[in-house]
């Protein structure tokens, strides 16, 4: 059996979508192709249960269409499943070559007319539950085990000297919203009051934090990878971890996916939604907020020092010890 999973975008829905993937390949013993935005097409291409990656080429989608048409029909398909639940990625499910009977699943975060693309749109829509658990509404309906709940990944190893000194805690201090960023400041107390080898991660356009950051902790104690890693070896860094604290982000999303226990400070995003899934974590949030505004600069101000500090010591199996 093949199946086609269409899921373009963003880097932590691509990790929200693996367990489903996983437990549909485990289903039907299948071949699992990929359609994912050409950015990430290297990191799906890490995701064990993958056969193939199909790249869109979205920044290129006129010139390259002829391409990515002949790409997405070199095989038949028993099932597709569109996961992105957009407008074009439902067109993405229709244009590829199916098998006589095979349908077109959406999920019920489906928008833009997506679902009239679709043989069906799998589950209710709710969402007061985690995006991994949404996805999970294909298993449901195709009446296949919703468990055990997997996330098979394959970063490449690598070999940074900051690694090798324990613990090792990441910071993952930027997202691209400025609502999601805890003050820099306080990444900088947080590390002043651990006991660790503390490595700094990003893209290049969070490199100023970063570096911020780096140049306000006592010299020696913190290492800046941001903007020096590739996105598999940011995986790579993230999965070798001890732990990672962390901002929602995507960075958050695969440490999660990679088993390494995250400290995730949220704001106005919602964790219940798309939190670091998983027992092993943590989220801190402040709890007097009741309505969060996606433009609040300020409710995740609230989140004090003490308390990342006092999580993250006893996530590392460290004594407390007051500030």
């Known amino acids: 059996m093949r199946i086609l999973i269409v899921k373009t975008s963003s880097l932590g829905d691509l990790f929200h979508a693996l367990p489903a993937v996983h437990l549909l390949k485990q289903a039907y013993g299948a071949e699992i192709d990929w359609v994912v935005n050409s950015g990430y097409a290297g990191l799906v291409d890490c995701f064990s249960d993958v ?14 269409f002829g391409n990515f048409r002949n790409a997405l029909r070199e095989e038949t398909y028993d099932l597709v499943v569109d996961f992105q639940g957009l407008l074009k990625s439902a ?22 007319g997506a679902r009239f693309f679709y043989s069906t749109v799998v589950g209710k829509k709710n969402k007061n539950r985690h995006a991994v658990e949404e996805n999970l509404d294909v298993l449901r309906f195709l009446g296949k085990p919703e468990e055990p709940l997997e996330f098979p990944i394959r970063f490449p190893v690598v070999d940074f000297p900051c690694l090798e000194k324990h613990p ?11 609502a999601k960023n805890w003050p820099s400041e306080r990444f900088v107390e947080l590390g002043e009051h651990l006991d660790a080898q503390i490595v700094l991660v990003g893209s290049p356009d969070d490199t100023e934090t970063c570096t911020r950051i780096e ?14 890693t590739s996105l598999l070896e940011l995986g790579g860094v993230l999965q070798r971890a001890d732990l990672v604290v962390t901002v929602d982000s995507g960075p958050m999303h695969m440490a999660s996916a990679a088993g390494t226990p995250c400290l995730a400070i949220f704001g106005p995003t919602d964790p219940m939604r798309v939190g670091p899934y998983g027992g092993q974590h943590r989220v801190l949030r402040n709890s007097l ?16 020092t003490i308390e990342v500090v006092k999580n993250a010591r006893e996530m590392l199996n460290h004594e407390a010890m007051g500030l």
Do not use: W
């Not at 993405?92 to 975060?109: D, E, N, Q, W």
């Open 215 to 228: 140049n306000a902790l006592p010299e020696g104690s913190a290492t800046n990878l941001c903007g020096k």
């Open 168 to 178: 090792v805690v990441v910071f993952a201090p930027c997202s691209r919203h400025e």
């Open 289 to 304: 907020v009741k309505n969060y505004s996606k433009q609040d600069l300020e409710s995740i101000k609230m989140v004090e």
């Open 51 to 64: 056969r193939k990656v199909i790249p869109f080429p979205r920044q290129s989608l006129f010139s390259s």
């Open 91 to 112: 067109m993405v499910c229709r244009m590829a070559k199916r098998s006589k009977g095979a349908r077109i699943l959406g999920t019920s975060g489906q928008r833009e």
